[in-house]
């Protein structure tokens, strides 16, 4: 069977499939069924790009595709909405995708903007800043908006600001503190970063058989960890296995 009329049958399947599950007319099947390539194309345009436009997941998809494509889009229009309505709104959404595009320096140009008024203390505007400051190579500043941060809301709980805290603590020479920080940040963090980053610093400092454990951890755990798991975990278990290495463990 030549691989045509396989990559044909494979797409008129699929799309008998979303046919079945959206609940569409049967006679869409019959149409796929006798007109090969041109019935799935005429499909994939009625149907399933419409579909993926007001489907949450699909949204989601298209997002994740379109920034691939144009990584600076979503900053470009946000800064756009800014010029039409200078709001605390707007001002967040260009720190949240200056800071996802490594534009540091407008993110927190941004952040310092919209954390004015009744927003001074928002606890995920202050994140942000001391994210941005961290990534600008700023520890001191970030590490000083984090402590502001639990200053004005010590009931805010965030495994990003706990990470991020041991970070800028390790960046400003705070070894020991950055370690019982990382220590207490690994034990619940949702990822293996936490962990990795544990490890590292643990090895810097000449830990070596305290790092081992950690890196074999997230290895051991990747192991009977959901496929999804493994997937989104993929570059802190890349590291882990080459810190291993080179450890010799």
Known sequence: MSPILILSIALQVACCVHVARSGRPWYWMIFLMMFSYLAVLVYVIAAVIPDLRH???????????????DPGRGARDANRQLQVADTPENRRRLAEESLRTGDFASAEAA????????????????????????????????????????AANPQYRSHQADLLHARVLAETGATEEAL?????????????????????????????????????????????APGYYKREQKAWLEIAKRELAAIGG
């Open 180 to 224: 019982q920080r990382f220590d207490n940040v690994s034990r619940g963090y949702p990822g293996e970063e936490a962990r990795v980053r544990y490890g590292q610093l643990l090895r810097q400092g000449g830990h070596t058989e305290q790092a081992a454990a950690q890196f074999r951890e997230s290895l051991q755990r990747s192991q009977t």
């Open 111 to 150: 952040y310092r903007g919209a954390l004015k008024g009744l927003y001074a203390d928002d606890p995920d505007l202050m994140l942000g800043l001391a994210q941005a400051q961290q990534g600008l190579g700023q520890p001191a500043d970030a590490l000083q908006t984090l402590q502001s941060l639990r």
């Open 55 to 69: 489907d949450p997941s699909g949204q989601r998809a298209m997002r994740k595709v379109r920034a691939q494509l």
